[in-house]
């Protein structure tokens, strides 16, 4: 059964960091994987779509990684602005499924 | 403009009182899905649909139902709700086409239900 992990569960950096989100999952067996942001009390906004056969994708200062045989993904957000804050998930589907699993998150806040 | 539209955003209901949570989506997408958003457990998925008359049970589907009469509408059904199903439900829907963001997920706005 597929399980999705994310490290740490909260963040708190100055403004101006670059920083890591983690995301492990244990079937490597995936069709994609994406990462989300969620503000309070809002929906999940899509913010990179990484296919099985890339390594990586950016969306300005964004950028996605993604190691299917280690079981790991990564989100470099590079300059990080307050207006950063908020909770990241990423999400994987398996091959052959629409059944999407997420992970659980990583409330971010960045600090004025 | 892409949206996924649910409604209602807000609900407070009682036991047992049955009620439809609605969802559309005007991008044509053939996948869609609902899920439930809990602290400490995540989203989780209930049920999820390829296609018009075609859906299938995710993780958590007890005491859901849902139906794909229409391929912009996938309702949400608690046919007697209870105190556990309180929660935060969100409909999503996405292209079933692959390659490119073609799988990318569209979320709506979330709909908060409090059952007592």
């Known amino acids: 059964k597929q399980e999705v992990t994310q490290i740490p569960a909260a963040l708190s950096v100055p403004e101006g960091e670059n920083l890591v989100l983690n995301c492990s999952f244990t079937?490597?067996?995936?069709?994609?994987l994406q990462w989300f942001r969620q503000d309070p009390g809002k929906g999940l906004t899509s913010l990179l779509l990484?296919?099985?056969?890339?390594r990586e994708q950016t969306s300005g200062r964004l950028n996605a990684s993604l190691d299917k045989s280690s079981g790991r993904s990564t989100l470099y957000i590079a300059a990080s602005q307050p207006g950063d804050s908020a909770t990241y998930l990423c999400?994987?589907?398996?091959?052959?499924?629409?059944?999407?699993?997420f992970g659980t998150g990583t409330r971010l806040k960045v600090l004025a | 403009e892409a949206q996924v539209t649910q409604n209602p955003r807000y609900l407070i209901t009682v036991t047992g009182k049955k009620l439809t949570v609605t969802c559309s989506q005007n991008m044509n997408h053939e996948y869609m899905s609902w899920y439930r958003q809990d602290p400490g457990l995540g989203l989780r998925q209930i049920y999820y649909s390829m296609n018009v008359e075609v859906t299938d049970k995710g993780d958590v589907p007890e005491g859901y139902k849902v139906s794909r009469k229409e391929k912009r509408n996938f309702p949400l059904i608690l046919e007697s709700p209870s105190p556990n199903q309180t929660s935060l439900y969100f409909c999503?829907?996405?292209?079933?086409?692959?390659?490119?963001?073609?799988?990318?997920?569209?979320f709506g706005e979330g709909s908060w239900l409090t059952v007592v």
């Open positions: 999503a829907s996405s292209s079933s086409s692959g390659g490119g963001d073609g799988n990318t997920i569209y």
């Open positions: 990484i296919q099985s056969s890339q």
């Open positions: 079937d490597s067996a995936i069709y994609n």
């Open positions: 999400a994987v589907t398996t091959s052959g499924t629409y059944k999407y699993i």
